[in-house]
């Protein structure tokens, strides 16, 4: 099993930056991939960002490219998402998420964090 734990979510006016992070725990070994999604009210849980755990490379959603970058610590086991110019629209519960190898979904997922952006 793995435990996924986010932390770094706030109320923030638009045009400010913030910056989440997620520690996983447990199985790691198999860590394949980690990525971020977020569902804001009334929508469907949406793709933000992925970052391989071997190759470091990374993916994003078209809506957050150029303002969002992801990273990762390997020797910690931790992901961040650094989300500069920040926007009303980017207000959603963020979600981290791990996949594992030989597995075509993200399995494990944390409890959420919740960004705000006033306008």
């Known amino acids: 099993q793995v435990q996924l734990v986010e932390s770094g979510g706030g109320l923030v006016q638009s045009g400010d930056s913030l910056r989440l992070s997620c520690a996983a725990s447990g199985r790691t070994f198999s860590t394949a991939a980690m990525g971020w999604f977020r569902q804001a009210p009334g929508k469907e849980r949406e793709f933000v960002a992925n970052i391989g755990w071997r190759s470091a490379i990374t993916n994003y959603a078209d809506s957050v490219e150029g303002r969002f970058t992801v990273s990762r610590d390997s020797a910690k086991n931790t992901i961040s998402l650094q989300m500069n110019s920040l926007r009303p629209e980017d207000t959603a519960v963020y979600y981290c998420?791990?996949?594992?190898?030989?597995?075509?979904?993200?399995?494990?997922w944390g409890q959420g964090t919740q960004v705000t952006v006033s306008s």
């Open positions: 998420a791990l996949m594992e190898y030989g597995r075509p979904t993200y399995d494990y």
